[in-house]
């Protein structure tokens, strides 16, 4: 394959090609800048020989949603970054990758170099959630139809939880039976609520354009917009979707064979579940930002509900 894929772009890579130890390093340091949640879960529940790989996988989606979410970036440079590193991707399955990687690529190189396992949760991954980063690509400054939404919550719900059981507990995981979404799934409609204010900012619409036609709502949706009883029954309705989202998943947690899984996806489900909890007091009505979430009592809350989850695994097993 050429060691070019698209012409340059104004996105460029971040930094030069360093060690192989210097690569690992970079991956764990990016991940704590960015998450100190995840961070954590990584280091602590991840199996001890896909820790480093966890770190990897998260590190370099993050930078590469990063350069996709550039405000300097133009339309021309986003969609050609986003193609070399589809591009990588798919020659790296192949065993031919360019030569000319920078740091944050080859991160992903190395992740491909170890993958040896047919169908696994890491190829699920990077293909996934390679394809939510085209959607949000080809979506920006567009409305999108409620299938296409249901699509990327699907795809995306995909590649988390397949990450999830694939790092830890990667022996003891559940069938990829579509149970197996639910949960995720659940916290990607709350994220998406909680992100609405933010994301129409940057050009983003969440909301289904055949819903918007239907009660006479166009974007760029206003604050007078999101007071309106149309708007806000949609958000419930989301809402209660993401609860029956979440009671399968907390489901399929009890079942686990995995302890330290079952405690990482409990924990995660237990942020959203906090979160839909607010929208709800809210009146359904939704706010540019939850600072709350960082406080203490909302900490002990969730703390509680993991609990309850771990609970509810150990009398099943």
């Known amino acids: 394959m050429a060691a070019h894929f698209v012409e340059p772009t104004v996105i460029q890579p971040a930094s030069p090609h360093p060690t192989a130890a210097g690569r690992a390093a970079l991956a764990a340091t990016m991940t704590r800048r960015a998450s100190a949640q995840t961070y954590a879960t990584i280091?602590?529940?991840?199996?001890?020989?896909?820790?480093?790989?966890?770190?990897?996988?998260?590190?370099?989606?993050?930078w590469v949603d990063d350069c996709l979410d550039d405000p300097t970036a133009l339309?021309?440079?986003?969609?050609?970054?986003?193609?070399?590193?589809?591009?990588?991707?798919?020659?790296?399955?192949?065993?031919?990758?360019?030569?000319?990687?920078?740091?944050?690529?080859?991160l992903l190189a190395d992740l491909l170099a170890g993958d040896d396992?047919?169908?696994?949760?890491?190829?699920?991954?990077?293909?996934?959630?390679?394809?939510?980063?085209?959607?949000?690509?080809a979506r920006r400054g567009r409305l999108i139809a409620a299938a296409e939404?249901?699509?990327?919550?699907?795809?995306?719900?995909?590649?988390?939880?397949?990450?999830?059981?694939?790092?830890?507990?990667?022996?003891?995981?559940?069938?990829?039976?579509?149970?197996?979404?639910?949960?995720?799934?659940?916290?990607?409609?709350?994220?998406?609520?909680?992100?609405?204010?933010?994301?129409?900012?940057?050009?983003?619409?969440?909301?289904?354009?055949?819903?918007?036609?239907?009660?006479?709502?166009?974007?760029?949706?206003?604050?007078?917009d999101l007071e309106t009883p149309a708007?806000?029954?949609?958000?419930?309705?989301?809402v209660r979707l993401a609860r029956e989202e979440f009671a399968a998943g907390r489901a399929i947690l009890a079942g686990l064979g995995s302890?330290?899984?079952?405690l990482a996806g409990a924990a995660y489900i237990a942020r959203f579940e906090w979160l839909a909890g607010a929208i709800e007091r809210d009146g359904y009505r939704l706010r540019e930002s939850y600072p709350e979430r960082k406080s203490l009592p909302a900490g002990y809350?969730?703390?509680?509900?993991?609990?309850?989850i771990l609970s509810a695994q150990r009398q099943t097993r």
């Open 149 to 224: 939404l249901d699509d990327y919550t699907q795809m995306l719900a995909t590649a988390v939880a397949d990450a999830l059981f694939h790092f830890i507990g990667h022996d003891r995981q559940p069938s990829r039976a579509p149970a197996r979404y639910r949960a995720v799934r659940g916290a990607h409609l709350i994220h998406m609520l909680r992100d609405t204010v933010e994301d129409a900012a940057a050009g983003y619409c969440n909301i289904p354009a055949e819903y918007l036609a239907a009660h006479g709502l166009r974007p760029p949706l206003t604050a007078a």
């Open 259 to 262: 302890r330290r899984c079952c």
């Open 43 to 62: 280091r602590l529940l991840a199996d001890r020989d896909r820790t480093a790989d966890a770190f990897r996988a998260y590190a370099y989606f993050r």
């Open 231 to 238: 708007f806000r029954a949609w958000v419930e309705a989301r």
């Open 301 to 308: 809350w969730m703390a509680r509900q993991t609990v309850g």
């Open 117 to 137: 396992e047919p169908e696994s949760g890491l190829q699920s991954y990077l293909r996934h959630m390679m394809g939510v980063m085209a959607f949000d690509v």
């Open 75 to 106: 339309p021309a440079g986003r969609v050609a970054f986003l193609a070399r590193q589809r591009a990588l991707l798919d020659s790296g399955y192949r065993g031919r990758l360019p030569v000319d990687l920078c740091a944050e690529e080859a």
